[in-house]
């Protein structure tokens, strides 16, 4: 180990929720390891005033590849003492299986479970070495809580990741290492999310919560050790409503929308 500070470490940090909570964990004094794919302005993040205060470092890896997932985390084990793991990149598409490209459904798998799966487990024995309270915070999302129909591995993949962090955070009772599990709804982080929402009419809209917002609050509730997390009052409502209808219910409603935003 070459350093004696510590680090947080942050996958998808280069944009979206990802970047907030890189500016949240800063606020409060963080060292931070950023993690992101090559060309996506990592060096340039790195040098704006809200990190100027803390140090910084940025690693450039794609986690869909199974050599540079087990790449990254031995270099960070050589290298680095965490504090915190932040297993933030994600991703997903709103198609059906029959028009989804098999590439894009194995990206999903690879990023939303595997690389999750895999940096915790190799980066667990570095956090259990941090002298104090450590955490994971693994990202999931509101629609892990229903299967939907035409976005289906997406949110498979999110149960995944919420049963994931669950059974860990029972697993490492009576250790230093603390898990939560955020399930942020739909943030206007891209074109493309803008243009989805859009089509998926005033259902989607309802549910925004922004970046800026679901980050504050994720990082606030994850630092009390809080182990589910559900950012703003109308997706914990949406939440409600989806724990005491029957899953057919949920799976027509939530699907129906998806199926006419394919279809727009």
């Known amino acids: 180990m070459t350093t004696q500070k510590s680090f947080a470490l942050l996958t998808g940090a280069s944009r979206g929720l990802g970047k907030q909570i890189a500016y949240e964990l800063a606020k409060r004094g963080y060292n931070l390891l950023l993690v992101s794919l090559p060309g996506e302005g990592l060096d340039k993040l790195v ?50 299986m029959l028009e989804a490209d098999s590439h894009l459904i194995d990206q999903i798998i690879q990023l939303n479970i595997t690389a999750t799966s895999i940096l915790t487990h190799r980066l667990l024995p570095n956090l259990l070495r941090y002298r104090g309270n450590a955490h994971i915070l693994n990202v999931s999302s509101m629609a892990s809580y229903s299967p939907i129909a035409y976005k289906t591995v997406y949110p498979a993949s999110k149960r995944f990741v919420h049963n994931f962090s669950m059974g860990l955070r029972y697993e490492l009772k009576g ?70 209808l029957p899953e057919f219910i949920t799976i027509s409603i939530i699907s129906g929308q998806y199926k006419k935003a394919s279809n727009s």
């Open 175 to 244: 250790t230093n290492v603390f898990v939560s599990v955020t399930h942020p709804g739909p943030m206007l982080t891209n074109n493309e999310i803008k243009e989805k929402v859009k089509h998926l009419g005033l259902w989607a809209k309802c549910l925004l919560v922004s970046p800026e917002l679901s980050a504050k609050i994720t990082v606030h509730r994850m630092l009390r050790k809080q182990n589910s997390i559900i950012p703003g009052v109308i997706n914990k409502i949406n939440w409600l409503l989806m724990s005491v």
């Open 47 to 96: 040098m704006e005033p809200q990190f100027h205060s803390i140090e910084v470092q940025y690693l450039e890896y794609d986690l869909t590849d199974k050599q540079q997932l087990y790449a990254l985390s031995e270099h960070v084990n050589a290298n680095y003492q965490l504090c915190m793991l932040i297993n933030n990149a994600g991703m997903g598409c709103s198609k059906s």
